[in-house]
T-cell receptor
């Protein structure tokens, strides 16, 4: 089955700086790569996703890049704000969705 | 997007009992899934809920422990049977496929504590 690795496990940045989270996957059949933000006490919230026919996607301060050859994809958050503090999960799917281990992002005011 | 409602949102359960979690979606979706998230951990797929047939379970999960129903395209249930403290987790329903533009969404989860 699919194996998704995610780094770093924790990340602290100053408010206004950028944050980057990286993931790799193992199954070349995976074609859908969403990112979720999970705040304490809540379910995962989809923040952005990318499909295998696209190399990059941007939505305001959030961008995701995908390198299918290398089997890795990354989340970029610019101009970070304290409300960006949460746990972020990457995932990869061919049929079913498999998750990375999560990154706890802390934005320091 | 899809609006997903899960019940109960939170419960404290006695060891040895069973609890059924309900998942209701506001639109018809082809795919429904159940995940488990143990404290401080990532999400692990339990099974795919198939409409009108038996669920497809992932390695390490069995039907006797986690029976699943899916009577139609908007509703599914997950039962956690004969619970032990190790079953204390968040159980999450997710949906995708036709009806969500092939995007996968999650409910808020059902937080179970087994004592």
């Amino acid at each position: 089955g699919e194996n998704v690795e995610q780094h770093p496990s924790t990340l602290s940045v100053q408010e206004g700086d950028s944050a980057v989270i990286k993931c790799t996957y193992s199954d070349s059949a995976s074609n859908y790569f969403p990112w979720y933000k999970q705040e304490l006490g809540k379910g995962p919230q989809l923040i952005i996703d990318i499909r295998s026919n696209v190399g990059e996607k941007k939505d305001q301060r959030i961008a995701v890049t995908l390198n299918k050859t290398a089997k890795h994809f990354s989340l970029h958050i610019t101009e970070t704000q304290p409300e960006d503090s949460a746990v972020y999960f990457c995932a990869a799917a061919a049929n079913n969705l498999f998750f990375g281990t999560g990154t706890r992002l802390t934005v320091i005011p | 997007s899809a609006v997903i409602s899960q019940k109960p949102s939170r419960d404290i359960c006695q060891r040895g009992t069973s609890l059924t979690i309900q998942c209701q979606v506001d639109s018809q979706v082809t795919m429904m899934f159940w995940y488990r998230q143990q404290p401080g951990q990532s999400l692990t797929l339990i099974a795919t809920a198939n409409q009108g047939s038996e669920a497809t379970y992932e390695s390490g999960f069995v039907i006797d422990k986690f029976p699943i129903s899916r009577p139609n395209l908007t509703f599914s249930t997950l039962t956690v049977s004969n619970m032990s403290p190790e079953d204390s987790s968040i159980y999450l329903c997710s949906v995708g496929g036709t009806g969500t533009g092939n995007t996968i969404y999650f409910g808020e989860g059902s937080w179970l504590t087994v004592v």
